[in-house]
């Protein structure tokens, strides 16, 4: 399959599957995907702590669904991506607003895919930055 073709199929997968049950219900918002980087936001409210700050597990989830989705388009179609490690700092709190997460490759081999991802608040600072580690398996036929 050609590049162009397989980015549109993996493409149209993802828009099937959109960003997960768990992205839905937290209203994570796919902005642009490609092998290059992918980018998304996620509203704070709803997704916030007892004190009314941004969840850090909220972030985990916006960088974790970012590198997934990020790896798949790096593999896909003739493999999927597992995360199997994910690292978070968190630099600052996030009250209000959004947050905006973007996954950009670290590297990329046949068994392993590994992104970075900035998230950063609505005045563009940064909230946190994770690293994601998936393995590679093969699709089963």
Known sequence: MGDDARNDHVLDTLA???VGALGEKMG???ISADRERVVATMPVEGNTQPFGLLHGGASAV???????????????????VV?????C?????ATSGHVRGESLVLSAG???VCT???IV?????????????CLVRPIAK
């Open 110 to 112: 046949r068994t392993v």
């Open 116 to 118: 970075e991802i900035r």
């Open 121 to 133: 608040d609505d005045a563009d600072r940064p909230v946190c930055t994770a690293r994601l580690t």
């Open 89 to 93: 700092t968190h630099h600052r709190s």
């Open 62 to 80: 916006l960088a974790e669904s970012l590198g997934s989705i990020h790896g798949t388009l790096l593999v896909a179609p003739e493999s999927v």
């Open 16 to 18: 099937q599957w959109g």
């Open 28 to 30: 994570i918002e796919l």
């Open 83 to 87: 995360g199997i490690d994910l690292n």
